[in-house]
Each structure stands twice: as C-alpha cells, then as structure tokens.
T-cell receptor, first 112, second 113 residues
Framework: DSGVTQTPKHLITATGQRVTLRCSPRSGDLSVYWYQQSLDQGLQFLIQ???????AKGNILERFSAQQFPDLHSELNLSSLELGDSALYFC???????????FGPGTRLLVL | GQQLNQSPQSMFIQEGEDVSMNCTSS?????WLWYKQDPGEGPVLLIALYKAGELTSNGRLTAQFGITRKDSFLNISASIPSDVGIYFC?????????????FGKGTHLIIQP
C-alpha cells in the first residue's frame, strides 16, 4: 500500500461527458502528479501540483484540468470525453525527494 | 521530445534465471529510475540512480547509471515468480520546471514454470 488513494477504481461513461477523478496523497506529501497510461502512449505525465498551486504541465490536453485543494487532495477533470481518452489514470505524490513518487492504484476510465 | 527506449519489450524466462534489461535515452539524464508495475496496481519505485557510473542494488536487483548518461541497465538475479510484471525505466520530464517523470514503454517479464 503506497498510501496514495484514488477514487473511483473504475469509471464507465459516454463520449462527450465530463468526469472527475479524485486523489488523496500520502500524509505529508505536498506534490501531486497525474499520469495517464494507455496501450499506445504508455505512461505519460500530465500535470503537477505543489501545495495547492499548479507547478508544471506535461502532455495534458486542453480538455483536461486539475486542482489541488487546501487539504492537499487533488481532482482531475476530464471533459468532452473521446474514445481515445479510455486509459488508466494514476495519481502520484512525493515529498522532498521529488523523484521518489508513490503511485496510487489508478482509476480505469472506459469511454463508450 | 524526450524518448526512452527499453529493450527487450518482453522476456520469457525460467524461474531461477538471471534477467537483464536496458533503457536508452535521446537526451542526457541526471537521474535514472526503475519502477515495477504489477497487474492492476500502480508503479512502485525499485531503484533510483543519481550519478553517472553509479551501481546500486536492492536485494536481487542491481541497476547502473550509464557513463554517457544516456542509458541505464537493470539486472535481476535468480528470478522468482513474484518478479513477474512490467519494469519501467524513467527520468525527469523535460520542460517547464516539472518534477514529473518520463517513462519508457516497459519490459514485460514473464516467468515460465
């Protein structure tokens, strides 16, 4: 158990819809990262938050957004969903050693 | 952009055999990381490397940071069934001050009974 929790575990929705994925980091970790894992693109870094502020963006689509709340939990919002957005979405957190990232169990999103 | 190429893509081995896999980058990395992902779970950090030429062990796992800083190697000795999974190399994502990681496509390790 990494200490990072993600909900829901599975999500099935339709094209054009909007969903929100939730993540709680390990206790004490200020950095939260979101990753997308798909068969064709592999594991890709989407966005990072640090102590409530957006720190950096990776390969995140404009239809996707995220935020980190004062209690440090984070949400990833995916809108205008397309079939190609079907993937595993992971949240990770880190403390001072930023390369030591602890991954949650992921949310499996299926867009039909 | 950055690309990490892992080889082999998959390995079919017998229990007890040693395993070697590697990762090459199109650019220089200052940190190399090796993660393992079990089915249905998130990646777990195995070994972190911070200096060119560094050799680091974690139990039966040994990883090396290549001298050119563009490659890294992971060896597993005397494989056991719980070693099955996907092994990823990773390095710092380039751009925008991000602390996120860039991952290779992974090496699937399958152990035949």
């Amino acid at each position: 158990d990494s200490g990072v929790t993600q909900t829901p575990k599975h999500l099935i929705t339709a094209t054009g819809q909007r969903v929100t994925l939730r993540c709680s980091p390990r206790s004490g970790d200020l950095s939260v990262y979101w990753y997308q894992q798909s068969l064709d693109q592999g594991l890709q870094f989407l966005i990072q938050y640090y102590n409530g502020e957006e720190r950096a963006k990776g390969n995140i689509l404009e239809r996707f957004s995220a935020q980190q709340f004062p209690d440090l939990h984070s949400e990833l919002n995916l809108s205008s969903l397309e079939l190609g957005d079907s993937a595993l979405y992971f949240c990770a957190s880190s403390g001072l050693a930023k390369e030591t990232q602890y991954f949650g169990p992921g949310t499996r999103l299926l867009v039909l | 952009g950055q690309q990490l190429n892992q080889s082999p893509q998959s390995m079919f081995i017998q229990e007890g055999e040693d395993v070697s896999m590697n990762c090459t980058s199109s650019s220089i990395f200052n940190t190399w990381l090796w993660y393992k992902q079990d089915p249905g779970e998130g990646p777990v950090l195995l070994i972190a490397l911070y200096k060119a030429g560094e050799l680091t062990s974690n139990g039966r796992l040994t990883a090396q940071f290549g001298i050119t800083r563009k490659d890294s190697f992971l060896n597993i000795s005397a494989s056991i069934p719980s070693d099955v999974g996907i092994y990823f190399c990773a390095g710092p994502f380039s751009g925008g001050g991000a602390d996120g990681l860039t991952f290779g496509k992974g090496t699937h390790l399958i152990i035949q009974p």
